[in-house]
């Protein structure tokens, strides 16, 4: 059975920071394309951030881009997203994504086909 655990989610203040970590199990996804959702009440689900299976390309969403940095350890099948500076508007469910699809190199923004369970992150102001 293919999972994807995210952790790290919580309360905190604006102005500080978050790690996410994001640990699949049951295949590898060294050679594909991972991402980084968020869902916040009442809006749709954006994608914030993407990265190739090597670590060569990344995609960042305007609203995080200085602020949030996703990296990948293959040999850990994990994806992690270190967000700094946060927001009040940064409070949402984030969720990782894998894209089983996307070669290796490649980078996706669409087509995400496994999916963790979702991690909190309530940013308070």
């Known amino acids: 059975q293919v999972q994807l655990v995210e952790s790290g989610g919580g309360l905190v203040q604006a102005g500080g920071s978050l790690r996410l970590s994001c640990a699949a199990s049951g295949r590898t996804f060294s050679n594909n394309a991972m991402c980084w959702f968020r869902q916040a009440p009442g809006k749709e689900r954006e994608l914030l951030a993407a990265i190739s299976s090597n670590g060569g390309s990344l995609y960042y969403k305007d609203s995080v881009k200085g602020r949030f940095t996703i990296s990948r350890d293959n040999a850990k099948n994990s994806v992690y997203l270190q967000m700094n500076s946060l927001k009040p508007e940064d409070t949402a469910v984030y969720y990782c994504?894998?894209?089983?699809?996307?070669?290796?190199?490649?980078?996706?923004?669409?087509?995400?086909?496994?999916w963790g369970q979702g991690t909190q992150v309530t940013v308070s102001s």
């Open positions: 994504a894998a894209n089983s699809r996307t070669s290796y190199g490649a980078i996706s923004t669409r087509g995400y086909d496994y």
